[in-house]
């Protein structure tokens, strides 16, 4: 050891100021912590799998939804695959395997434009009622509140008494009774988020309050949207098989997986796999849904940020 | 405390007159008349029973005749379909069943979601935490009633290889037709509470006056029960309000799927049948119940919380 | 030999984490005798809670680790102690004060029920007793109309009301040592005196031992004894209180005096002063002196070796190679003398 060691240098802050690990924006983070969860992975495969079964899965065999033949109802097991009935068939013959992803063409995208629906009447209700507070909130809140008193199945039962069975009228009903929870969410974020500064930076710097909702609350309230949307889809799903299970769902000839487990459960001393095959579908797409919003929802809660 | 009440007392009154309101306009902006599904009624008859029932008369009149035996007489008006049956018998005589099904399940629900949920959250990233999480998910992800045709399946199933009837699975009457429906309407509560209390018993255990119990030197009973669990309990008890309107509407399904002749069964019957008076009753006493129930549940919050019991100071 | 009741050796505490090991504490020592106040100060991220959160084993292990190092507490070593052993420590024998007095109370629990808990746990006596010995705890700290409020919830006291029950609860069992992180810094400054006389009050009268962590140098100089200066995990110097204010060795300990506000400041003149730079990275802690990066008096061999922790007369420690004889001479900017003249 020289006396060279001892001369002094004095400060050296770039090397103090090394950080090892690598920082992340919210949503590199969040995408990481995502990939790193297998579970949620797995079941995102899963809802891709389902979707893109629905889209071809009707053209996979030679039937069609309709095509009947009375003589070989009820079958099921090896004698049927045999003859290209992986599924089996219903009590008139009809190709099972064909209907199921015929009626998940129908339970998906029902789901899938509800849960749209309700996000877009939902945040923007929220939204505004979060940002403009006072009155126009208090207003705004208490008609939701009075409405979310009995919980929204029931109106959505009698809209569709009144208006009918049939996709569209479930769609519409449905629509127009779920974004009430919604802006509930939306609210409680953007009511949260107004307190920070970069908003009232913003107001500050002569913000129009549209401009301020829509590129600043809603992207950084979007996590919580997102999770929200996640979660509702298999309670849409949920909803409409429910509706159709008590009779009031998608009418014949169409089907839907609430329908299928319908009429499956209607016969089920006579063919067990009509009901069990379409409950097997509806429970397999509404846990593969609550499993990813779970993983969604804890990859993006910043608290657990590592 | 009183204002409280007060308050919530008078919001639920006009939450109660909103929906009746809109039941109303809703069902009998239907087109046609409920009697149009029947067989062919000659004209006089049909005159007579729309004058009986005041169909013939502007709807606006129909609405106050309806809010007036609402509210002051509580009178729910008449079946149109069994004529001569009042919607009001026939709800005093259905609802005590979907009551005792819907109490059973609340309570299986409450017995076995929060102990699962306490001990996934002390065990929390261990093998028991990810079994109970799997069952309380596969809870929230499989639909009541298919629970329930799931259940009565596997019934059948052994009878159909054993000859033995462990359980009936429809009708009512003796305890074990109870056994089922509730199980099978409780799975869903069963897996919403469980996750409640994981994430609030994870909450609660992380917050510093568990650190300073630890401090004390208290053994991990007290420290988990006393502080822990006491603490974690609270939003779990806010859900009791929405248990029972879940419960509630699972109750529709499952009273048809075991051929219970309970409420629910009768409100889904309705439907079908066009038979107005019977769905707006019920509607309107579902409501009633619904609201009653969270102002319940929100005094039974404030009594718990001594924070909102005896007001906070210094704040 | 003074009688030390606490005296913690070459402890080394790390944490592993998903990202890799941190290396909180490296090779820590120091002491408290009984019935003196041991102030130990530094900023934030310097090892300070980790340390006395070690001695009574509430750093939750995993992630944490305790890799080498005694702990000796009235001679015993608490680095060995099971679980079992430690709980009857905890609260027994020694009592612990933290930062927040807003969250460290059970918000369903009445006060004088918190106290009580801790007095039949170790001392085994009734409810009734344990709530009369909790009452006269009450008393202790001052709390007024204490017969009254001891059925109370910790929302119905305001922040200093519920520090001063967190006190007594730390206390209820005449502990020997009582530890007390950073106890002031979440209140006002009228508060802050009134819990610093407090505590001067319990120790006139129980004599118990305090190691009081704060980065408050004023506090330091109003209650302690003897200060500990900590940064980046490691002990950078010890003292008695008048010799760190009257004669600090250690140019970190330098810039803490210095950037204390003083109200004969000519702000035309003089700059409030602060320590540039950030605390170092404890992923990859530095492999000699931890102050090295923001040192102004940093050589060499500051960054390649740490620096020896010699004892100098009157029991001033300190850790930095300005002492050594091969360094160069440099003046101590609070004295004004010369490092190297002998002191």
Same mark, same amino acid.
């Given at each position: 050891m020289n006396n060279n060691e001892f001369l002094i240098i004095g400060k050296d802050l770039k090397e103090g100021e090394k950080i090892s690990k690598p920082s992340l924006t919210y949503w590199q983070d969040a995408y990481r912590r995502i990939k790193e969860n297998k579970v949620t992975v797995f079941f995102f495969l899963a809802i891709i799998a389902l979707i893109v079964m629905s889209i071809i899965g009707p053209y996979l065999n030679r039937f069609s939804y309709r095509e009947q033949n009375l003589d070989f109802a009820f079958q099921f097991g090896r004698e049927a695959i045999e003859k290209g009935h992986y599924f089996g068939t219903d009590d008139f013959g009809r190709d099972v395997f064909t209907r199921i992803w015929e009626g998940g063409r129908i339970s998906l995208s029902i789901a899938l434009v509800v849960v749209l629906l309700e996000g877009i009447i939902g945040t923007l209700y929220g939204g505004i009622a979060g940002y403009f507070g006072g009155k126009i909130d208090t207003v705004m809140m208490r008609i939701v509140e009075i409405f979310l008193a009995i919980p929204t199945l029931i109106y959505i039962i009698l809209l569709m008494v009144v208006m009918g069975p049939g996709v569209l009228t479930i769609i519409i009903a449905m629509g127009a009774t779920r974004w009430m929870p919604m802006a509930l969410i939306v609210r409680g974020e953007v009511i949260k988020l107004k307190e920070q500064e970069y908003v009232m930076a913003a107001i500050n710097l002569g913000a129009s309050p549209m401009w301020i909702i829509t590129k600043h609350l809603i992207p950084n309230s979007m996590g919580q949207i997102i999770v929200k949307l996640t979660m509702d889809i298999p309670d849409a799903i949920f909803t409409e098989a429910f509706l159709s299970f008590i009779g009031i769902g998608v009418p014949a000839p169409l089907a839907s997986w609430g329908s299928l487990a319908n009429d499956g459960y209607k016969l089920l001393v006579r063919g067990a796999h009509l009901f069990i095959i379409p409950a097997i579908f509806i429970s397999l797409t509404t846990l593969s849904f609550n499993m990813v919003g779970d993983g969604l929802r804890d990859a993006l809660d910043p608290k657990l940020r590592k | 405390m009183l204002k409280f009440i007060f308050k919530k007392i008078t919001m639920g009154i006009l939450t109660l007159w909103a929906i009746a309101t809109l039941t109303f306009f809703l069902l009998h902006s239907l087109p046609g008349d409920p009697f149009a599904s029947e067989k062919k009624i000659p004209p006089v008859i049909k005159a007579r029973l729309m004058e009986k029932y005041n169909l013939d008369k502007p709807l606006v009149y129909q609405y106050g005749l309806y809010i007036k035996d609402l509210f002051l007489h509580q009178d729910l008006g008449i079946s149109m379909k069994v004529r001569g049956r009042s919607v009001n018998d026939m709800i005093k005589s259905n609802f005590p069943r979907s009551f005792i099904l819907g109490l059973t399940s609340i309570i299986i629900a409450i017995i076995v979601g929060i102990p699962l949920g306490i001990i996934a959250g002390l065990h929390r990233g261990k093998f028991l935490d990810s079994l109970s999480m799997i069952v309380a998910v596969l809870g929230i992800s499989v639909p009541s009633f298919i629970f329930g045709g799931i259940l009565q399946w596997i019934v059948l199933f052994i009878k159909f290889k054993t000859d033995v009837s462990i359980l009936p699975i429809a009708g009512w009457g003796?305890?074990?037709?109870?056994i089922m429906p509730s199980i099978a309407l409780s799975i869903f509560s069963i897996a919403v509470i469980a996750r409640m209390m994981r994430a609030s018993m994870i909450e609660v255990l992380a917050q510093d006056y568990i650190r300073t119990a630890r401090a004390k030197g208290l053994n991990n009973f007290q420290i988990i029960v006393k502080h822990g669990i006491r603490n974690a309990i609270m939003p779990v008890i806010t859900y009791l309000g929405p248990l029972f309107a879940a419960v509630t509407t699972g109750s529709f399904v499952i009273e048809t799927v075991f051929s219970i002749p309970g409420l629910g069964r009768y409100f889904s019957q309705s439907i079908l049948d066009n038979d107005y008076t019977v769905t707006l009753g019920v509607v309107v006493f579902y409501a009633c119940l619904l609201i009653a129930m969270m102002i319940l549940v929100d005094l039974a919050y404030g009594l718990i919380d001594p924070r909102i019991r005896r007001g906070a100071k210094n704040e | 030999m003074e009688d030390r009741i606490l005296e913690v050796k070459n402890l080394h505490v790390s944490f592993n984490t998903y990202a890799g090991e941190v290396k909180a504490i490296r090779g820590v020592n120091f002491h408290v005798n009984k019935g003196e106040t041991l102030a130990i100060v530094g900023e934030s991220g310097s090892g300070k809670s980790v340390s006395v959160q070690t001695v009574m084993k509430l750093i939750p292990m995993p992630p944490g680790e305790i890799k080498e190092g005694e702990i000796l507490f009235k001679g015993r070593d608490l680095v060995k102690y099971n679980e079992n052993d430690m709980r009857k420590i905890r609260g027994g024998e020694i009592g612990m004060i933290f930062q927040d007095p807003m969250t460290s109370l059970n918000p369903t629990m009445t006060v004088g029920k918190q106290i009580a808990e801790g007095i039949i746990a170790h001392r085994g006596v009734k409810k009734k007793e344990a709530m009369e010995m909790a009452l006269k705890m009450l008393e202790a700290v001052h709390i007024p109309n204490a017969h009254e409020r001891i059925n109370e919830y910790p929302h119905q006291f305001s922040g200093g009301m519920r520090q001063r029950v967190v006190i007594a609860i730390a206390l209820a069992c005449n502990p020997d040592l009582l530890i007390a992180?950073?106890?002031?810094?979440? =209140?006002d400054v009228t508060v802050q005196a009134q819990i610093l006389d407090l505590m001067k009050e319990i120790k006139e009268k129980s004599n118990t031992a305090i190691i009081l962590i704060t980065h408050d140098l004023g506090v330091v100089a109003d209650i302690a004894q003897r200060v500990a200066v900590m940064y980046g995990g490691e002990i950078m110097e010890e003292a008695k209180v008048e010799d760190i204010f009257k004669? @600090?060795?250690h140019p970190y300990t330098w810039g803490l005096i210095k950037s204390i506000p003083r109200l004969n400041i000519d702000s035309s003149k003089e700059k409030l002063l602060s320590i540039d730079g950030t605390p170092p990275? =404890?992923?990859? @802690?530095?492999?000699?002196?931890?102050f090295a990066p923001r040192c102004e008096y940093a050589m060499g061999i500051c960054k390649t070796q740490k620096p020896v922790f010699v004892e100098k007369e009157n029991s001033h420690k300190v850790a930095c190679?300005?002492?050594?004889?091969?360094a160069e001479e440099v003046i101590n900017p609070i004295t004004s003398k010369s490092t190297k003249k002998m002191d």
């Open positions: - | 003796t305890f074990p037709h109870i | 992180d950073e106890p002031t810094t979440a =209140l004669n @600090p060795k990275d =404890l992923f990859s @802690p530095p492999i000699g002196c931890p190679w300005l002492e050594d004889k091969r």
